[in-house]
C-alpha cells in the first residue's frame, strides 16, 4: 500500500500562484509515475500533470505553459507550481501514485485539495 499525503492549495486571486506538494509513504518501491488530477463540481475528474520515475512530463493542454510538475525522489514528493490562475482551475485536486507490481498496475490517491480562484 502507498498513503498520499497531500498539502497546499487554498484561496487565491485570479493571476495568482500556489504551489501543491504530495508525499508518499509506504511500500512506495515501483512507483513509475505521481501525478496531478482535479476535479471540478459536477464535472468528472481529469488529468493535470504527470511525472514518470525517469523525469518524463505529461500536461494537460489547459495548464501547458502555466503549470509546472517536478518530484523530488529522495523526498517521495511531487509537487505542482500552478501560476496564472484563473477561475476554471478551480477544483479538488488529487495526488495519484502508478505502482507496477508483478505487471499489475495499482493507482493510488491522495484524499484531495481544495483550490479556489476567485476572479
Known amino acids: 500500500q502507498v498513503q498520499l499525503v497531500e498539502s497546499g492549495g487554498g484561496l487565491v486571486q485570479a493571476g495568482g500562484s500556489l504551489s501543491l506538494s504530495c508525499a508518499a509513504s509506504?511500500?512506495?518501491?515501483?512507483?513509475?509515475?505521481m501525478g496531478w488530477y482535479r476535479q471540478a463540481p459536477g464535472k468528472q475528474r481529469e488529468l493535470v500533470a504527470t511525472?514518470?520515475?525517469?523525469?518524463?512530463?505529461v500536461y494537460a493542454d489547459s495548464v501547458k505553459g502555466r503549470f509546472a510538475i517536478s518530484r523530488d525522489n529522495a523526498k517521495n514528493t511531487v509537487y505542482l507550481q500552478m501560476n496564472t490562475l484563473n477561475p476554471e482551475d478551480t477544483a479538488v485536486y488529487y495526488c495519484?501514485?502508478?505502482?507496477?507490481?508483478?505487471?499489475?498496475?495499482?493507482?493510488?490517491w491522495g484524499q484531495g485539495t481544495q483550490v479556489t480562484v476567485s476572479s
Open positions: 495519484n501514485a502508478v505502482q507496477m507490481r508483478l505487471d499489475i498496475t495499482y493507482n493510488y
Open positions: 509506504g511500500s512506495i518501491f515501483s512507483i513509475i509515475a
Open positions: 511525472i514518470s520515475s525517469r523525469g518524463s512530463t
